[in-house]
């Protein structure tokens, strides 16, 4: 029985790239990625090229995602951006709760819960972040702080929503340190990610939401990250602002 759901691989860019190079990059990977079929390919450009990028893919199937969002529509937030404006300049994604919002920026698990309501009204496919710190996965406390996360940020989140879900586990001491975690123990977490989204919704849900796994993803490592049960795709950091680097990761091989 194969029942896994389209893998997705996704690239942050986080505070990277100039328009000039958002443009070349997107031009490199669209012709990188054409014609690969059985996968989708996403991008997350910061703000300011959000548009540029837009415009570069329209044509392709790669998938464009905000990087964040406030939760209300419009008003007086500085410096902030909306889930309509993010689909009015294109989006189809947007990532909610990474790591680095969370401990640069003030994220909790309560405006995370905020953001993907404002992304779903909006029709946006929320890219939720969940991951424990080196400290939580020393003291053993992983599977707690990551059901934490899921309980909290997905509160009042049902059946088909969930299963409309993606879910990015990134263990945060694997994040831009080269440092992957082994396959088994993103298996391991993957596995009780699954689990308790068919305690939230129901099995199906669970099974039809994507779960990716983020943290120092490159080309030497995809595939055998890809071979795991409960791993469906990737959200890439450093290694999604290279072509090169991008193209392969896109390509995994299973
Ligand atoms: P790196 O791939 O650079 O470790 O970043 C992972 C990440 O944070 C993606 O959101």
């Known amino acids: 029985m194969d029942s896994k759901p389209t893998p997705l691989i996704a690239g942050n860019w986080k505070m990277h790239c100039s328009l000039s190079e958002a443009k070349a990059l ?7 990625v054409a014609g690969l079929k059985d996968r989708q390919v996403l ?4 703000f300011t090229a959000l548009e540029t990028v837009a415009r ?12 964040d969002l406030h939760w209300e529509p419009k008003g007086a937030f500085t410096g902030a951006v909306s889930a309509p404006m993010l689909r009015d300049v294109g989006c ?9 919002r969370r401990q640069f920026f003030g994220e909790t698990d309560e405006t995370v819960n905020k953001k993907i309501a404002a ?7 929320p890219i939720v972040c969940v991951g424990e710190t080196l400290e939580q996965r020393e003291k053993n406390q992983t599977m707690t702080v990551i059901e934490q996360q899921l309980r909290r940020g ?16 990134e263990p945060v001491w694997a994040i831009g340190t080269g440092k992957v975690a082994t396959p088994e123990q993103a298996q391991e977490v993957h596995a009780t990610i699954r689990r308790i989204l068919g305690e939230l919704g129901a099995k199906e849900a669970a099974a039809a939401c994507r779960i990716l796994y983020g943290g120092s993803v490159k080309p030497d490592n995809i595939d055998e990250l890809m071979r795991q049960t409960d791993i469906d795709g990737a959200l890439v950091g450093g290694a999604s602002l290279q072509v090169e680097s991008f193209v392969r990761i896109a390509k995994f091989i299973v």
């Open 119 to 125: 992304a779903q009204t909006a029709g946006l496919v």
């Open 154 to 169: 997905l509160l009042g989140q049902k059946g088909d929503a969930i299963a409309a879900l993606v879910i990015a586990y």
């Open 26 to 32: 997107v031009d490199g990977l669209k012709a990188g």
């Open 56 to 67: 570069t893919i329209a044509g392709s199937a790669i998938l464009l995602a905000g990087q």
């Open 43 to 46: 991008v997350g450009p910061p």
């Open 92 to 100: 189809t994604h947007v990532i909610i709760g990474h790591s680095e």
